[in-house]
Protein backbone atom coordinates (compact mmCIF):
# COMPACT_ATOMS: atom_id res chain seq x y z
CA UNK A 1 0.00 0.00 0.00
CA UNK A 2 0.76 3.79 -0.38
CA UNK A 3 3.14 5.26 2.32
CA UNK A 4 2.66 8.75 3.64
CA UNK A 5 2.73 10.86 1.02
CA UNK A 6 4.16 14.74 0.94
CA UNK A 7 3.89 16.99 -1.01
CA UNK A 8 5.56 19.79 -2.12
CA UNK A 9 9.18 17.86 -1.71
CA UNK A 10 10.95 21.31 -1.77
CA UNK A 11 9.57 25.10 -1.10
CA UNK A 12 11.61 28.36 -1.05
CA UNK A 13 10.03 30.88 0.02
CA UNK A 14 10.72 34.41 0.93
CA UNK A 15 10.39 36.57 4.14
CA UNK A 16 7.05 37.38 5.20
CA UNK A 17 5.32 35.06 3.14
CA UNK A 18 2.98 32.22 4.36
CA UNK A 19 3.34 28.15 3.19
CA UNK A 20 1.35 25.42 3.37
CA UNK A 21 2.51 21.72 3.45
CA UNK A 22 0.04 18.69 3.03
CA UNK A 23 0.32 15.08 3.91
CA UNK A 24 -1.52 12.11 3.09
CA UNK A 25 -1.43 9.38 5.24
CA UNK A 26 -1.33 5.81 5.41
CA UNK A 27 -4.94 4.61 4.19
CA UNK A 28 -6.80 4.03 7.39
CA UNK A 29 -4.21 5.65 9.85
CA UNK A 30 -5.95 8.48 11.79
CA UNK A 31 -3.09 9.64 13.36
CA UNK A 32 -1.14 12.57 11.86
CA UNK A 33 1.83 14.22 13.70
CA UNK A 34 3.96 16.69 12.29
CA UNK A 35 7.71 17.48 12.90
CA UNK A 36 10.60 20.08 12.61
CA UNK A 37 13.61 18.66 11.57
CA UNK A 38 16.74 21.25 11.31
CA UNK A 39 20.33 20.66 12.21
CA UNK A 40 20.60 22.74 15.75
CA UNK A 41 17.04 22.09 17.33
CA UNK A 42 16.88 17.90 15.93
CA UNK A 43 13.72 16.73 15.45
CA UNK A 44 11.01 18.64 17.29
CA UNK A 45 7.46 17.47 17.85
CA UNK A 46 4.89 20.58 16.21
CA UNK A 47 1.10 18.88 16.53
CA UNK A 48 -1.06 16.08 15.98
CA UNK A 49 -4.44 15.41 14.86
CA UNK A 50 -6.56 12.68 15.36
CA UNK A 51 -9.91 12.60 13.41
CA UNK A 52 -9.94 16.08 12.62
CA UNK A 53 -8.70 17.39 16.04
CA UNK A 54 -5.30 18.32 17.83
CA UNK A 55 -5.06 16.23 20.62
CA UNK A 56 -1.62 17.56 21.32
CA UNK A 57 0.71 20.50 20.67
CA UNK A 58 4.43 21.32 20.76
CA UNK A 59 5.92 24.67 21.57
CA UNK A 60 6.04 26.76 18.52
CA UNK A 61 4.67 30.08 18.23
CA UNK A 62 0.77 30.46 16.92
CA UNK A 63 2.53 31.19 13.20
CA UNK A 64 2.50 27.36 13.05
CA UNK A 65 -0.85 25.70 12.63
CA UNK A 66 -2.25 22.69 11.35
CA UNK A 67 -5.44 21.16 10.33
CA UNK A 68 -7.15 17.45 9.42
CA UNK A 69 -9.76 16.57 6.89
CA UNK A 70 -12.37 13.82 7.25
CA UNK A 71 -10.24 11.51 5.04
CA UNK A 72 -7.53 12.08 7.24
CA UNK A 73 -5.03 14.17 4.76
CA UNK A 74 -3.33 17.05 7.17
CA UNK A 75 -2.03 20.63 6.45
CA UNK A 76 0.28 22.73 7.85
CA UNK A 77 0.70 26.78 7.62
CA UNK A 78 3.03 28.36 8.49
CA UNK A 79 2.73 32.46 8.56
CA UNK A 80 4.75 35.52 8.17
CA UNK A 81 7.66 33.09 7.24
CA UNK A 82 11.39 33.39 9.12
CA UNK A 83 14.67 32.48 7.96
CA UNK A 84 14.67 30.15 11.70
CA UNK A 85 11.79 28.23 9.77
CA UNK A 86 13.93 26.62 7.07
CA UNK A 87 14.34 23.02 7.81
CA UNK A 88 12.62 19.67 6.81
CA UNK A 89 9.30 19.50 7.82
CA UNK A 90 8.09 15.56 8.09
CA UNK A 91 4.63 14.29 8.56
CA UNK A 92 4.01 10.73 10.34
CA UNK A 93 1.23 8.79 10.58
CA UNK A 94 0.03 5.63 12.58
CA UNK A 95 -3.54 3.84 13.03
CA UNK A 96 -4.51 5.15 16.28
CA UNK A 97 -1.70 6.19 18.70
CA UNK A 98 2.20 6.91 18.23
CA UNK A 99 2.79 4.21 20.59
CA UNK A 100 2.02 1.62 17.83
CA UNK A 101 5.74 3.12 15.89
CA UNK A 102 5.07 6.09 13.36
CA UNK A 103 5.62 5.53 9.63
CA UNK A 104 7.33 9.22 8.39
CA UNK A 105 6.99 10.69 4.52
CA UNK A 106 10.01 11.93 2.85
CA UNK A 107 9.16 15.19 4.36
CA UNK A 108 8.90 18.57 2.65
CA UNK A 109 12.22 20.81 2.71
CA UNK A 110 11.15 24.58 3.35
CA UNK A 111 13.92 27.27 2.35
CA UNK A 112 12.90 30.67 3.55
CA UNK A 113 15.33 33.25 1.77
CA UNK B 1 12.32 16.92 31.66
CA UNK B 2 12.15 14.96 28.97
CA UNK B 3 14.72 14.08 27.29
CA UNK B 4 16.84 11.27 25.23
CA UNK B 5 20.95 11.48 24.96
CA UNK B 6 22.88 9.84 22.17
CA UNK B 7 26.19 10.24 23.30
CA UNK B 8 28.17 9.16 19.91
CA UNK B 9 27.40 11.87 17.25
CA UNK B 10 29.55 9.36 14.65
CA UNK B 11 30.40 6.15 14.26
CA UNK B 12 32.04 3.72 12.01
CA UNK B 13 32.14 -0.04 11.22
CA UNK B 14 33.62 -2.23 9.28
CA UNK B 15 30.76 -4.04 6.71
CA UNK B 16 29.73 -7.70 8.23
CA UNK B 17 30.92 -6.64 11.73
CA UNK B 18 28.72 -5.76 15.02
CA UNK B 19 28.14 -2.02 15.87
CA UNK B 20 25.83 -0.80 18.98
CA UNK B 21 24.86 2.48 19.29
CA UNK B 22 24.29 4.27 22.55
CA UNK B 23 20.97 5.99 23.98
CA UNK B 24 19.91 7.31 27.54
CA UNK B 25 16.61 8.58 28.45
CA UNK B 26 14.92 10.69 31.05
CA UNK B 27 11.24 10.42 31.90
CA UNK B 28 9.54 10.04 35.44
CA UNK B 29 6.80 8.40 33.41
CA UNK B 30 6.35 4.58 34.22
CA UNK B 31 4.47 3.54 30.87
CA UNK B 32 6.05 4.61 27.66
CA UNK B 33 7.90 2.90 24.05
CA UNK B 34 11.20 2.78 22.93
CA UNK B 35 12.17 3.35 19.51
CA UNK B 36 15.24 3.36 16.94
CA UNK B 37 14.71 5.06 13.77
CA UNK B 38 17.03 4.92 10.38
CA UNK B 39 16.66 8.01 8.56
CA UNK B 40 19.00 7.59 5.12
CA UNK B 41 19.75 10.18 2.83
CA UNK B 42 16.41 9.89 1.17
CA UNK B 43 15.04 11.75 4.21
CA UNK B 44 12.04 9.37 5.48
CA UNK B 45 12.58 7.41 8.69
CA UNK B 46 11.93 4.28 8.92
CA UNK B 47 11.24 2.68 12.35
CA UNK B 48 13.90 0.17 13.40
CA UNK B 49 12.88 -1.34 16.49
CA UNK B 50 10.15 -0.89 18.87
CA UNK B 51 10.36 -2.04 23.14
CA UNK B 52 7.81 -1.63 25.81
CA UNK B 53 8.56 -0.76 28.68
CA UNK B 54 6.97 -3.02 30.61
CA UNK B 55 8.18 -5.63 29.06
CA UNK B 56 11.57 -7.03 30.05
CA UNK B 57 12.92 -9.07 27.38
CA UNK B 58 15.07 -7.34 24.62
CA UNK B 59 13.27 -6.65 21.18
CA UNK B 60 14.82 -8.49 18.44
CA UNK B 61 14.33 -7.39 14.47
CA UNK B 62 16.19 -9.78 12.44
CA UNK B 63 20.13 -8.30 12.63
CA UNK B 64 18.83 -5.33 14.96
CA UNK B 65 18.60 -5.79 18.86
CA UNK B 66 18.28 -4.04 21.71
CA UNK B 67 19.36 -4.17 24.95
CA UNK B 68 17.08 -2.14 27.56
CA UNK B 69 17.99 -1.69 30.71
CA UNK B 70 14.58 0.03 32.10
CA UNK B 71 16.28 1.11 35.55
CA UNK B 72 19.85 2.68 34.42
CA UNK B 73 16.76 4.26 31.56
CA UNK B 74 19.56 2.87 28.75
CA UNK B 75 18.33 1.39 25.26
CA UNK B 76 21.26 0.90 22.73
CA UNK B 77 21.10 -0.73 19.70
CA UNK B 78 22.97 -3.67 18.44
CA UNK B 79 23.60 -3.67 14.96
CA UNK B 80 24.60 -7.59 13.37
CA UNK B 81 26.39 -8.18 10.20
CA UNK B 82 26.79 -4.72 9.27
CA UNK B 83 25.76 -3.79 5.95
CA UNK B 84 26.34 -0.81 3.33
CA UNK B 85 22.87 0.03 3.67
CA UNK B 86 22.31 0.50 7.00
CA UNK B 87 24.34 3.43 6.65
CA UNK B 88 22.13 6.15 7.79
CA UNK B 89 21.23 8.55 10.80
CA UNK B 90 19.88 6.81 14.03
CA UNK B 91 17.68 8.44 16.14
CA UNK B 92 16.53 6.56 19.35
CA UNK B 93 12.96 8.17 20.48
CA UNK B 94 10.48 7.48 23.24
CA UNK B 95 6.64 8.17 23.76
CA UNK B 96 4.55 8.22 26.43
CA UNK B 97 1.68 6.59 26.87
CA UNK B 98 -0.82 9.43 27.95
CA UNK B 99 0.98 11.14 25.03
CA UNK B 100 1.62 10.90 21.23
CA UNK B 101 4.32 13.08 21.19
CA UNK B 102 7.64 11.44 20.06
CA UNK B 103 10.95 12.23 21.91
CA UNK B 104 14.10 12.03 20.11
CA UNK B 105 17.58 12.18 20.43
CA UNK B 106 19.91 14.25 18.02
CA UNK B 107 21.27 10.91 16.26
CA UNK B 108 23.95 9.04 15.66
CA UNK B 109 25.46 8.90 12.13
CA UNK B 110 26.20 5.80 11.03
CA UNK B 111 29.11 5.07 8.59
CA UNK B 112 29.78 1.41 7.16
CA UNK B 113 33.05 0.62 5.72
CA UNK B 114 33.34 -1.62 3.04
Known amino acids: KAGVTQTPRYLIKTRGQQVTLSCSPI?????VSWYQQTPGQGLQFLFE???????NKGNFPGRFSGRQFSNSRSEMNVSTLELGDSALYLC????????????FGSGTRLTVV | AQTVTQSQPEMSVQEAETVTLSCTYD???????LFWYKQPPSRQMILVIR??????QNATENRFSVNFQKAAKSFSLKISDSQLGDAAMYFC???????????FGKGTRLHILP
Open chain 1, 92 to 103: ASSPHRGLDGYT
Open chain 2, 27 to 33: TSESDYY
Open chain 1, 27 to 31: SGHRS
Open chain 2, 93 to 103: AYIVNRDDKII
Open chain 2, 51 to 56: QEAYKQ
Open chain 1, 49 to 55: YFSETQR
